[in-house]
């Protein structure tokens, strides 16, 4: 599927469309969805909501959420995210798979979070998805848009396969992929291959060298709380909680099973 077309946006246009999907990317628990799209329409029409092109596919998520109602929207979620290979949210799934690679390529998004000041708040790994979201609205550093373009690859497939399965996560993603860097021929390529053959699969003699770029840190050492934020472009009542960075603070009510299988993505 083609990528859809990037649209311009101020920096705070795209914190507002990244911190309405990380809120709404993550597990849909009855006591906090209202409250998610409560927030998520409130800046969808204030002072840095974004153009028409991308607000309109978010708010068809929230139009089908509502209308599904938080039960059902929550079996879906688990059908969708859980049980479907490709329709995962942790980003190094996409570039390493269940491979060797795994830990170093999560201990780079931790040191990506670090070096912009954050760190986790809550049981979650830290390229979950809505977690990256979420430091790209509150920090606007580029450091979360790195992470995000070098795993353009990974998205995508995350979205074709949204919509193959008829999921109406698709156009949350649809809409973040509106945000991000319009994706060139040597990407496509690589989309079209991941979609064909699927994350990678552990191979003997494998090298140690990332599939995608990392920052460089030197020895991690304390982390500046005092320098994080407490609020952002959309902050209900109670739903994040950071030192730093985390929407998965807002899913303690997710049901057990679903969050130990998250924690390791399908196969």
Same mark, same amino acid.
């Given at each position: 599927? =083609?990528?859809? @077309?990037?649209?311009?946006?101020?920096?705070?246009?795209?914190?507002?469309?990244?911190?309405?999907? /990380?809120?709404?990317?993550?597990?849909?628990?009855?006591?906090? #969805?209202?409250?998610?799209?409560?927030?998520?329409?409130?800046? #969808?029409?204030?002072?840095?909501?974004?153009?028409?092109?991308?607000?309109?596919?978010?708010?068809?998520?929230?139009?089908?959420?509502? *209308?599904?109602?938080?039960? $059902?929207?929550?079996?879906?979620?688990? @059908? &969708?995210?859980?049980? +479907?290979?490709?329709?995962? %949210?942790? #980003?190094?799934?996409?570039?390493?798979?269940?491979?060797?690679?795994?830990?170093?390529?999560?201990? =780079?998004?931790?040191?990506?979070?670090?070096?912009?000041?954050?760190?986790?708040?809550?049981? @979650?790994?830290?390229?979950?998805?809505?977690?990256? #979201?979420?430091? /790209?609205?509150?920090?606007?550093?580029?450091?979360?848009? &790195? %992470?995000?373009?070098?795993?353009? @690859?990974?998205?995508?497939?995350?979205?074709?396969?949204? $919509?193959?399965?008829?999921?109406?996560?698709? +156009? %949350?993603?649809?809409?973040?992929?509106? &945000?991000?860097?319009?994706?060139?021929?040597?990407?496509?390529?690589?989309? +079209?291959?991941?979609?064909?053959?699927?994350?990678?699969?552990?191979?003997?003699? $494998?090298?140690?060298?990332?599939?995608?770029? *990392?920052?460089?840190?030197?020895?991690?050492?304390?982390?500046?709380?005092?320098? &994080?934020?407490?609020?952002?472009?959309?902050?209900?009542?109670?739903?994040?909680?950071?030192?730093?960075?985390?929407?998965?603070?807002?899913?303690?009510?997710?049901?057990?099973?679903?969050?130990?299988?998250?924690?390791?993505? +399908?196969?």
């Amino acid at each position: 599927m =083609a990528a859809p @077309e990037r649209v311009a946006l101020t920096a705070p246009q795209r914190a507002t469309v990244h911190m309405a999907a /990380s809120l709404l990317l993550d597990y849909p628990a009855e006591d906090a #969805l209202q409250a998610r799209l409560e927030a998520v329409e409130a800046a #969808l029409t204030g002072p840095d909501a974004p153009p028409a092109a991308v607000a309109a596919p978010v708010e068809d998520f929230m139009a089908t959420a509502r *209308s599904w109602g938080a039960r $059902v929207l929550a079996e879906h979620y688990v @059908e &969708t995210f859980d049980r +479907r290979r490709r329709c995962c %949210l942790y #980003l190094t799934y996409y570039a390493v798979g269940d491979t060797r690679h795994r830990g170093a390529a999560l201990l =780079a998004f931790k040191q990506a979070l670090a070096a912009a000041g954050y760190e986790m708040a809550a049981d @979650e790994l830290p390229d979950y998805l809505p977690v990256v #979201l979420e430091l /790209s609205a509150r920090s606007g550093d580029e450091i979360a848009q &790195t %992470l995000l373009s070098s795993h353009r @690859e990974g998205i995508e497939v995350l979205r074709s396969a949204l $919509v193959d399965a008829g999921s109406p996560y698709a +156009r %949350l993603v649809e809409a973040i992929s509106m &945000t991000l860097p319009e994706i060139d021929a040597a990407t496509a390529d690589r989309v +079209r291959a991941l979609v064909a053959a699927g994350p990678p699969t552990e191979t003997v003699g $494998v090298t140690d060298m990332l599939p995608f770029p *990392s920052t460089p840190i030197s020895p991690l050492g304390p982390i500046n709380t005092a320098a &994080t934020v407490a609020g952002g472009p959309i902050d209900p009542a109670g739903p994040a909680e950071v030192a730093g960075i985390s929407p998965s603070a807002q899913t303690t009510s997710r049901p057990e099973p679903y969050r130990a299988a998250s924690q390791e993505p +399908r196969s």
